[in-house]
């Protein structure tokens, strides 16, 4: 304890959280938290899904529409490499179109992708050459495509046997992205 030069009296020592310094060491620390969940922490939320397009499944032998879903388009490098990670959820009328410059061999892989999928390979002509059904969440498997494909549709997995989808099947689609 300290002593008053005056009165001679004994001053108790204050505890540090009852100090001001106390106060200049937590304001900081309280504003670094707010900013960081108020903007930082939104980078990682779930993305927005936006309607960018339609895609139509039709049946090799009818040419008659089976289903149709509307799609969020991967177009560009970025886009495709990200896909549907980080979704914890899609309405069963939704997917993701991904268009490449052109028809060559593609792999897909599950990395970072919380939900499970049909992935469906299609040709320049459009024809479904090769589905992997039920994918493995998180998976950092290969699952490439039999055939050369320029397309590639990822719906919620069982889409496809709902629906009874099947390699030699067509898609039409139609792209509204500005």
Wanted: hydrophobic residues 35%; aromatic residues 12%.
């Amino acid at each position: 304890m300290k002593v008053h030069k005056k009165s001679g009296k004994k001053i108790p020592k204050v505890p540090f959280y009852k100090t001001g310094k106390f106060l200049i060491a937590i304001i900081p620390l309280i504003v670094f938290i707010v900013i960081y969940f108020l903007y930082i922490k939104k980078s990682n939320d779930e993305p927005v899904w936006v309607k960018e397009g339609e895609v139509s499944f039709l049946n090799k032998d009818t040419k008659q529409q089976i289903s149709r879903i509307d799609v969020e388009v991967a177009l560009y490098p970025n886009e495709r490499a990200q896909g549907l990670m980080y979704r914890t959820k899609m309405d069963e009328d939704k997917g993701m179109l991904f268009l490449f410059e052109k028809e060559e061999p593609q792999s897909f892989w599950m990395k970072n992708t919380i939900i499970p999928l049909d992935i469906l390979f299609i040709s320049s002509k459009g024809v479904i050459n090769t589905i992997h059904r039920n994918t493995t969440p998180y998976s950092e498997k290969s699952l490439p495509s039999k055939e050369k494909s320029q397309f590639v549709v990822e719906v919620n997995a069982g889409y496809c046997q709902k629906h009874g989808i099947r390699e030699g099947d067509l898609i039409e689609y139609r792209i509204d992205r500005q």
